[in-house]
C-alpha cells in the first residue's frame, strides 16, 4: 500500500500563487510517475501534471507555463508551483502516485479556489 498526503492550496486572487505538496509513503519503491489531476464541479477530472522519476515533466495544455511540478526522490515529495492563477483553476487538486504495473493511488484531495 502507499499513502498519499497532501497539503497546499487554499484560497488566492487571480493573478495570485500557491504550491501544493504531496508525501507518499509506504510501498514507494516501484513508484514511477507521481503527480496531479483536479476535478472542478461538474466537470471530469483531468491531468493536471506528471513527473517521472527521472525528472521528466508532463502537463496539461491548460497549466502550460503557469504551474511546474517538481519532485524530490530522496524525500518522497512531489510539488506542484501554481503561478498566474486563474478562476478556472479553481478545483479539488488530487495527488496520484503510479506504480509500475500496478494501478494508481490517489490522495484525498485538497482544494484551490481562485476568484476575480
Known amino acids: 500500500q502507499v499513502q498519499l498526503v497532501e497539503s497546499g492550496g487554499g484560497f488566492t486572487q487571480a493573478g495570485g500563487s500557491l504550491q501544493l505538496s504531496c508525501a507518499a509513503s509506504?510501498?514507494?519503491?516501484?513508484?514511477?510517475?507521481m503527480g496531479w489531476y483536479r476535478q472542478a464541479p461538474g466537470k471530469q477530472r483531468e491531468m493536471v501534471a506528471l513527473i517521472t522519476r527521472s525528472g521528466t515533466a508532463n502537463y496539461g495544455d491548460p497549466v502550460k507555463g503557469r504551474f511546474t511540478i517538481t519532485r524530490d526522490n530522496a524525500k518522497n515529495i512531489v510539488y506542484l508551483q501554481l503561478n498566474s492563477l486563474k478562476p478556472e483553476d479553481t478545483a479539488v487538486y488530487y495527488c496520484?502516485?503510479?506504480?509500475?504495473?500496478?494501478?494508481?493511488?490517489w490522495g484525498q484531495g485538497t482544494q484551490v479556489t481562485v476568484s476575480t
Open positions: 496520484i502516485a503510479q506504480p509500475s504495473g500496478q494501478s494508481a493511488y
Open positions: 509506504g510501498r514507494i519503491f516501484n513508484i514511477n510517475s
